[in-house]
């Protein structure tokens, strides 16, 4: 038999053949493959591995962090203020450059190693029946047509149909995303419009065995299985800069363009208006380039998103990139699963109904705190009534799941099993029944397991009772509407009773009420055994058990949304960000959790299946992306095709995921949010921030912190720009006076504001915290700009002008008072020296005003926090003390041109920064008007 006749195409339908086709299909054998056949295949197909994408070298990735617009521009000021002999200012420059760069470097050096986290979670070995003998062989020798051996706590090495199993039941999450283990099942799948991971009688690589044995013959190995088809999204993608790193380029595009000019208007003026010579007009001009560049823009930018990080790793959300923090802020849409992140992924028992009467069960989640109550709120009792007694202990006894408390390893309660029959024990403890005695009042003697195509599970017990004039019998669970039609009878409180064609309608209206409501529904039943039947257990069959059942009841039960999450999604629906959810359950559940916790608030919601979705064009997606829609039931590449769709209609696409389906949709989204419980170590790595509380709540405060890092950006470039014109406009008239008004301001006091005094009070501008308000208005556009019209003009006309005048207002009051007119300006000598120190103190005092209304956009001074800034308030002290030393330490006095001041001097200074407050505080009330 040659292998070469098993081709690629074939890998995809044996899902569909009979056990007995199965291995003619694989081109193989129930005694495995031969030597030779192996040795071809692995020829073909290559290793059981899979494969790393290029990578960049780690060089060009250091030197691209020094060679940004930014970065290049902090180079070439740094080099102006070496050529201006101002040789500590471009060591300074440059030193926050390469700081800045190495720590970039590091950030993106450990970031996402999705595929390295991939290959951890293919096991190293596997079992195989090669040429009729059992062998265990490295798991990369997998070759297609390979018949494997698996066992419950293995982990597949493979894609493969199963040809043989024993109760086996596989834990898929890592793929689909969902917890519940899946039973698998030998026989041929043939039912149309399902995809290949729904088949029943298929196994994937990277996913577990929960229970059971199996075997199972190759069908994909490597990059072609659909673990491989994941890492292969995830590895081609290219990272694509943050909102804000392409709005730092725009910036430094701008600012460049700002002091180029303002530097070459100066040079000419220098030149032919006053005459300079070029060399010393050059350095005039080449100073005032090195004012207009923000130095501290880059340090005051991570500072920002260090300390955001900080608060928000409070907050239970760990963030990998800087960058990613600000990109939260301006996050438009949050594409959101739902189990674990907006619900508590602990399955609990809200209702019980029988034909009698329904009963609520009070208590969330795991915990057994709670109790069963009739509809007028009187606590049922199980003594009182026998058919919900039964009701109770049949569905604990026919489930395998157990709840473990929590405990110094495990901060909550531990599932082990199908979360929806974990649940029924919960019911049944509720209820005042002990678990251990309840299986001792009922041994089990036979199971029946759960299959997707009976819909139902069936377990056989001796009773320590007679029910029904029999003390054996069976106990089926499963969906309503198959269950119904297979029951004859039904119990109530009033005992035995013939099922009616009414009856039946009236489960199945309540079951539709149930599930309207978003609740998992099961039915219970049981059957007694006849005397005849016990003597052969080989008649217990599936047709026998499952016939003839007398109806108990139906459990409705429901994953509880988590604490805080409806108030988190009402302040994003404030905020103006759409949620979105995506999950792996149901749609009618799905939708109905929805309209619960208010992510769809009409009645005209769109619930979008994965099937559906495959059948919908780009075109037809974009439009339905643009009204309210659920997506239930996708599959991995189908979540990155709705991420996709949503960035190209110009969306900012937040996503939550925690499976190894999940990695291709958290690379490609703006940011990626990974489960840090529930999470597996290719979405951690995949992602751009953790939340290591898997709640939703804390996706929102950290849109917070991103939103508060780009308004603290904007106030530290309001707060440094404001400067940039009481630093122009003294040159402005020196130059235009052509040399009558000697230069107020030098170019050495110029830089003492920028990186001396500035600097601190700047950098603490960006660790302000969030604004009260900062989710009352909607995401920032992406064409938004840092450098906006409105900052420019409130910067240089409103704070500039303000400062230009107080500033130019001590230059010119200081020769007045000393000379009682203005006719003789000097250029020299101590009175020109006490002049020019006034100016720079003006600007210095106004500028402590400046940091003080910059710390907020819209609320008054009086509403702040006066010293709830560390960093501002000893960034005022340094700048006071700096000043001083200016002043009154003679070694300054030739370097900065200062001079001593008196009294009336300081008087002035004093009043600035009252003035500037003042001014501000009238703006905000009228503005508020």
């Given amino acids: ?150 066992e419950e706590g293995d982990r597949i090495s493979a894609d493969g149909r199963v040809v043989f199993a024993t109760d086996l039941q596989v834990n898929q999450s890592a793929l689909t995303g969902e917890s519940n283990p899946v039973y698998k099942t030998n026989q041929a799948d043939e039912v149309p419009d ?126 990998k990139k800087l960058s990613s923090v600000e990109t939260l802020g301006a996050t438009s849409v949050i594409c959101s699963d739902k189990t674990g992140t907006l619900t508590q992924n602990e399955m609990t ?62 901060a909550t309660y531990t599932v082990l ?39 139902r599970m069936t377990t056989v017990h001796e009773l320590s009772e007679t029910i029904d004039d029999s003390q054996h019998l069976s106990i089926t669970k499963g969906a309503p509407k198959e269950m119904v039609e297979l029951c004859h009878f039904y119990r109530d409180g009033s005992g035995l009773h013939t099922m009616t064609d009414s009856v039946r309608q009236q489960i199945l209206s309540a079951n539709d009420n149930f599930a309207q409501d978003g609740l998992r529904v099961l039915a219970i039943a049981y059957r007694p055994l006849e005397r005849e039947a016990l003597t052969d257990e080989t008649s217990w069959t599936q047709e026998y058990l499952e016939m003839d059942m007398v109806f108990l009841g139906l459990v409705a039960m429901s994953d509880p949304p988590r604490e805080g999450v409806r108030e988190a999604i009402e302040k994003c629906h404030r905020a103006s960000i759409r949620i979105i959810m995506v999950t792996g359950d149901y749609g009618l559940t799905a939708l109905s959790i929805a309209k619960k916790i208010g992510i769809v608030r009409g009645d005209d919601a769109r619930v979008v299946t994965g099937l559906e979705l495959e059948t919908l064009s780009d075109s037809q997606l974009k439009e339905a992306l643009k009204g309210e829609i659920v997506f239930a039931r996708v599959a991995p590449e189908q979540k990155y095709r709705v991420v996709t769709s949503l960035q190209e209609l110009g969306e900012v696409v937040a996503v939550t995921g925690d499976g190894v389906n999940d990695a291709p949709a958290l690379k490609k989204a703006d940011i990626g949010i990974a489960m840090g419980i529930t999470g597996t170590d290719v979405a951690k790595e995949s992602a751009d921030m953790i939340l290591t509380d898997d709640h939703f709540a804390s996706i929102v405060h950290a849109v917070e912190e991103g939103r508060a890092v780009y308004h603290n950006i904007k106030k530290f470039l309001t707060y440094i720009f404001n400067s940039n014109t009481p630093e122009a406009v003294p040159s402005a008239f020196f130059l235009l006076s052509k040399g009558f008004v000697p230069l107020p301001l030098t170019v050495m006091q110029i830089l003492a504001v920028d990186l001396g005094t500035d600097m601190i009070p700047a950098l603490g501008l960006g660790v302000e915290p969030p604004e009260p308000d900062v989710m009352h208005h909607p995401p920032r556009k992406l064409t938004d700009r840092l450098l906006s019209k409105s900052l420019l003009i409130k910067a240089f006309l409103w704070y500039g002008l303000i400062e230009s005048a107080l500033a130019m207002g001590a230059f010119f009051v200081t020769y007045y008072l000393h000379n009682g007119n203005l006719s003789h300006l000097v250029a020299s000598g101590q009175l020109y020296r006490e002049a020019t120190t006034m100016t720079l103190g003006a600007i210095i005092f106004c500028q ?38 200016l002043v009154y330490l003679p070694f300054f006095h030739e370097l900065f041109n200062t001079a001593s001041l008196g009294l009336w001097h300081w008087c002035y200074l004093l009043l600035c920064p009252f003035v500037i407050v003042g001014m501000e505080e009238l703006r905000k009330r009228l503005a508020d008007h």
């Fill in 417 to 455: 099993g199908d979360p929806t029959e974990a649940c029924l024990n919960v019911l049944a403890e509720k209820a005042g029944l002990t678990l251990h005695n309840n299986h001792t009042w009922a041994p089990r003697l036979k199971e029946l397991p759960f299959d997707s195509v009976r819909k």
């Fill in 349 to 410: 028992v809200n209702h019980l109904w029988q034909v009698s009467g329904q009963y609520d069960v009070t208590g969330l989640g795991y915990a057994t705190e709670g109790d069963i109550r009739k509809v007028d709120g009187k606590k049922a009792s199980l003594v009182d009534n026998k058919s919900l007694e039964y009701l109770v202990r049949f569905a604990h006894l026919c489930s395998n799941a157990q709840v473990l408390p929590p405990d110094q390893d495990h």
């Fill in 1 to 150: 038999m040659s292998s070469h006749n098993y081709s690629r195409t074939s890998q995809k339908s044996l899902e569909t053949y009979a056990v007995d086709d199965v291995y003619q299909a694989a081109s193989s054998r129930a005694s495995g493959l031969t030597k030779e056949e192996v040795s071809n295949r692995q020829q073909i197909y290559g290793p059981n591995r899979l494969k790393e994408a290029s990578k960049e070298p780690i060089v060009l990735t250091f030197v691209k962090n020094f060679t940004s617009l930014m970065a290049i521009l902090l180079w070439v000021g740094g080099a102006v203020a070496l050529l201006s002999h101002s040789i500590e200012l471009g060591i300074a420059i440059w030193f926050v450059n390469i700081v800045n760069g190495i720590f970039s470097f590091v950030q993106e050096y450990r970031a996402s190693q999705a595929t390295e986290a991939l290959k951890k979670m293919l096991p190293s070995y596997a079992r195989v029946v090669r040429e009729g003998q059992e062998e265990k062989i490295l798991a990369e020798e997998l070759v297609p047509g390979d018949l494997v051996l698996i």
């Fill in 194 to 319: 399902k995809s290949l991971l729904e088949r029943d009688n298929m196994v994937f690589a990277g996913t577990t065995v929960s229970s059971g044995s199996a075997k199972m013959i190759v069908s994909a190995i490597g990059m072609e299985t659909q673990f491989g088809q994941i890492a292969h999204l995830t590895q081609t993608m290219v990272d694509d800069k943050s909102p804000l790193q392409k709005e730092l380029d725009h910036l430094t595009k701008q600012i460049s363009i700002i002091a180029i000019t303002v530097g070459v208007v100066f040079f000419f003026a220098a030149s032919f208006f006053v005459h300079q010579p070029l060399a010393q007009a050059f350095i005039f001009a080449l100073g005032m380039i090195v004012a207009f560049i923000p130095e501290g823009l880059l340090p005051t930018v991570t500072l920002s998103l260090a300390m955001a990080v900080q608060r928000m790793a409070k907050d239970n959300a760990l963030v």
């Fill in 848 to 885: 402590i005003g400046m940091v003080m209304n910059s710390r907020t956009s819209d609320q008054s001074i009086r509403q702040l926090r006066l010293f709830s800034n560390s960093l501002i308030d000893i960034g005022l002290v340094v700048e006071l003390l700096v000043f001083l030393m």
